[in-house]
């Protein structure tokens, strides 16, 4: 089901009522209507969008924790009232969300899908705020539709785990890599973070028997973050469009505790924030996702600001990107 923007989340302190420079995100944002940007057509300038996707259901499939569903709400209220660094040529738009209603999550996806497509066509960059992990199969549903079936699709998850388990019974926040991978040979996947002790032997086994790329939590320090990015490079060179997903259980629990499994040994914040700053300067990632962020299991909000301060930096650094080009 699909929710309208509100005006509620986008309230905050204001420092001057006139200066721009003075401003923050919640006297700045537009909200829209996904059909008002249908009229509008397409846009020279640049823009952003704000689509949540409320839905936990897979993290319930998943026997994991509930709570991810109010994660958009959270991450939007930690946003309004960060400072706004976009110049006048810049839109930053709030579409409102897609929710998941009682436990029909493939249509909930499907939907989302559909909303990511809307964006995308209309040359507006998807900021997807989930939701469990299973966000990112209706990202992709979206991302496949706009491209067609003909183009190579690379997938970059920043992630403590492969997220490949078997859905013979059930999809899940757990299988969604699973299900690309099985039905799209277009399709590649590289996977930024695994911990050893947060996936199985036989998901290890999978993943290498579907080709998977990935590199280990400890491997992407500062001394080796440079061989990450080589690694990352090249293999966004072979496809044609790369969408990022960020699940923020593979950061550290001592920084991201509001998570439905948290990771004693998981990523600095600024190691996350070197990976997305190097993956958003490559000119083929054209959308991203940020999910599991759990405000129910949040400790002062402390994973939800987080979680907005990558959206924004990630924002600041695709503009300074698009001004290069």
């Known amino acids: 089901m699909y929710v309208k923007p509100t005006q509620d989340y986008w309230h905050g302190r204001i420092d001057d009522p006139t200066d721009r420079r003075s401003f923050r995100f919640h006297q700045m944002i537009k909200l829209a209507n996904l059909d008002q940007l249908i009229e509008k057509g397409k846009t020279d300038r640049k823009a952003f969008a704000f689509l949540g996707f409320q839905c936990d259901e897979g993290v319930r499939r998943n026997k994991g924790r509930t709570g991810a569903k109010q994660g958009p709400i959270a991450i939007r209220k930690a946003l309004s ?9 810049t839109d930053v ?37 989930g939701g469990g992990h299973e966000t990112l199969y209706g990202h992709y549903l979206g991302v496949r539709k706009t491209l067609g079936p ?19 019974v059930e999809t899940s926040s757990g299988t969604m890599f699973k299900q690309i991978l099985d039905h799209d040979d277009k399709c590649g996947y590289f996977c930024v973070g695994i911990q050893k002790l947060g996936n199985t032997a036989l998901l290890f086994d999978l993943a290498d028997e579907h080709h998977v790329q990935y590199v280990y939590d400890e491997e992407v320090n500062d001394n080796e973050i440079t061989t990450t990015f080589k690694k990352l490079d090249a293999f966004i060179d072979r496809y044609d469009q790369i969408l990022l997903t960020l699940c923020t259980d593979s950061i550290n629990s001592a920084f991201a505790p509001g998570v439905s499994a948290p990771t004693p040994f998981g990523l600095e914040p600024k190691t996350v924030r070197q990976l997305l700053r190097h993956i958003q300067s490559h000119e083929k990632t054209k959308s991203f996702d940020l999910c599991e962020v759990n405000p129910s299991l949040d400790e002062h909000n402390k994973t939800a600001k987080l979680a907005a301060q990558f959206i924004a930096d990630t924002m600041m650094h695709v503009e300074q990107r698009e001004k290069q080009y």
């Open 93 to 129: 738009f709030d579409v409102g969300d897609v929710v998941c209603e009682k436990k029909e999550m493939e249509q909930a996806q499907a939907e989302l899908g559909d909303a990511v497509h809307t964006l995308l066509r209309n040359n507006v960059q998807p900021m997807i705020l």
């Open 81 to 89: 009232s960060l400072p706004w660094h976009f110049d006048e040529q």
């Open 150 to 168: 003909s183009a190579k699709l690379g997938i970059i998850n920043i992630d403590a785990h492969f997220d490949m388990r078997s859905y013979d």
